[in-house]
């Protein structure tokens, strides 16, 4: 196999990795022919069989613990532990997934999902980059460490956690946490579910965004009215709910609930500027990743990507009441119902962001209006790196030298488990993955760029030999 992105490091490490290639090619081959597809009940036979696959494939690959874990609601977590020889190593636990988005044919693929094909330097099928890709990428990093280095343990303790749900929303992540935080006591935790902004362009994600639900119901009426005997003498539903939506931001793009900003962090100097340092070709962006999109719009004074990973948002996703079908129906309807999610940034507490909202809207209910407001579950915490900590040095640098250039901090806009994950095991997080946007996770005709996962498992094989220096330093 060839790689266009050169030049390679010329490490033992990029030597050990080449080596394995092609036994690696197939061995992803077979796990993503299993349609781990975690949101299907008819699937979740396949989501453990899935996890019995990886965990074989560690007990061959010697790890000294390998156990598949379904003693909580949650569908099967592979969890595996490869101690250091040397007992002063730090623990570093890696955390991916092995449950895959849903896929078919129908969706508008122009392959079966779960018949991966390698075609030119890319492999297709579903979960090829998103997880199982990077997941496999980890295994052959270890492998390739413990090949350039000669030692039959590696030079960190290594455990790792592959969860099966994370695709359903990690549901039952929290419990696995507390039933088995003994197990999974670490120093550092790396997550491979992620990837960088573009191919010609090294980076690390080095941030999440979080997340609070907002659904308001007005009430009007018991039932829907005649708009010629009713309207204009009541309330409507709709429109009220319509004026309360055109509340939620300002001119400028700014949100107006009072207080939403208090906490904000504003990213670094140094991180806004390596995020102007990056490429950022807007008409290909809008016209690719964002599928179409006309025109990029926001909060003033911010770019793109800082209104991506560094802004928050008040984002309506549903606004539904009274009649859209054919024809027309003369009613003032009886109720709307509104829909919101919130991203949140660095300092935002979700709790505190609830509370904000539900008092925002409990204070412009209009008269004759009956208004329901909830904010569903506890939401997501957002998730910054510490860029100056040892672990995304590290990472960088063992990227660096796979990828052949520096590699830039960056972040990314949506949110996942990772908040919850460094709070319940109390260990700093970072991130190490080579996802591209155009690996087309959770979409149709998913694929991952073979050259890109081999420098990703080299960077992983050098990240161990790092962070084992590093750990030992006074
Ligand atoms: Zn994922």
Known sequence: MTSTIEPLSGTVEQTEVAARADAFVAELSEWLRIPSISADPDHHGDVARSAEWLAATLRRDGWPTVEVWSDT???????????????AAPTVLVYGHHDVQPADLDDGWSFAPFDPQVVGEELRGRGASDDKGHIAMVLLGVRAHLAATGASAPAVSLKL????EEESGSAHLAEVLAAHGDALACDEIVVTDTGMVDRETPTVCCGMRGLVDLEVVYRGASVDLHSGQFGGAVPNPVTELARLVATFHDE??????????????????????????????????????????????????????????????????????????????????????????????????????????????????????????????????????????????????????????????????????????????????????????????????????????LRGAESVAHLWRLLAARGRRP
Not at 73 to 87: G, I, M, N, R
Not at 161 to 164: P, Q, S, T
């Open 73 to 87: 609601a949650a569908l099967p977590a592979v969890y595996a532990h490869w101690p250091a020889a040397d007992p």
């Open 161 to 164: 956690l592959v969860e099966g």
């Open 252 to 453: 400028d793009g700014h949100i107006a609930v009072p207080g939403f900003y208090d906490d904000v962090r504003e990213p670094t100097a140094e991180e806004r500027a390596a995020w102007a340092a990056l490429p950022f070709d807007e008409p290909a962006w809008l016209a690719g990743s964002a599928a179409g999109a006309m025109a990029t719009s926001g909060e003033a004074g911010w770019s793109t990507y800082e209104r991506l990973w560094a802004r928050p948002t008040a984002e309506v996703n549903g606004l539904h009441g009274g009649y859209a079908g054919p024809g027309h129906k003369t009613i003032v309807p009886h109720s709307a119902t509104l829909k919101m999610t919130f991203r949140l940034v660095d300092h935002q507490d979700p709790a505190r962001i609830k509370a904000l909202l539900e008092r925002y809207v409990a204070d412009r209910v209009p008269a004759g209006i009956d208004a329901e407001v909830s904010t569903g579950g506890p939401g997501v915490p957002p998730l910054i790196c510490d860029l100056d900590s040892d672990l995304v040095a590290s990472i960088r640098e063992a990227m660096g030298i796979a990828l052949g250039a520096e590699v830039l901090p960056a972040r990314e806009g949506g949110s996942g488990p990772e908040a919850l994950l460094t709070e319940a095991l109390g260990a700093p997080l970072a991130f190490l993955g080579v996802m591209l946007p155009g690996d087309r996770i959770h979409a149709p005709d998913e694929r991952a760029v073979l050259p890109l996962l």
